[in-house]
Nanobody, 121 residues
Framework: QVQLVESGGGKVQAGGSLRLSCAGS????????KGWYRQAPGKEREFVAR???????NYRDSVKGRFTISTDNARKTFYLQMNNLQPEDTAIYYC???????????????WGQGTQVTVSS
């Protein structure tokens, strides 16, 4: 069963915007340690952004000022708003989080299925 469902990828021209979503399944109780990563062809997966449980966000330098990570705990969903996209942002984007299932007290780390973001010049 897929526990983190991603959506929102697509193709845009340079300077365009996309918003990625990562939603926990109905069986998920709590989501912590939310983050986004990406993997370009022929490259290793790299960190993009992370938001802590007290809403402190961190970004890789190349996306600072362009990407924003946010969370909607009521919907068990977190987002990555990507503005001013550039061709070098082209990659498969993965969400990652620690999920708690009922009856709780233990978290398990999961990855989303990945969503393709393609930016043309």
């Amino acid at each position: 069963q897929v526990q983190l469902v991603e959506s929102g990828g697509g193709k845009v021209q340079a300077g365009g915007s996309l918003r990625l979503s990562c939603a926990g399944s109905r069986s998920v109780f709590t989501i912590n340690g939310k983050g986004w990563y990406r993997q370009a062809p022929g490259k290793e997966r790299e960190f993009v952004a992370r938001i802590t449980d007290n809403d402190v966000a961190n970004y890789r330098d190349s996306v600072k000022g362009r990407f924003t990570i946010s969370t909607d705990n009521a919907r068990k969903t977190f987002y990555l708003q990507m503005n001013n996209l550039q061709p070098e942002d082209t990659a498969i984007y993965y969400c990652n989080a620690d999920l708690e299932f009922p009856p709780g007290r233990k978290f398990y780390n999961f990855w989303g299925q990945g969503t393709q973001v393609t930016v043309s010049s």
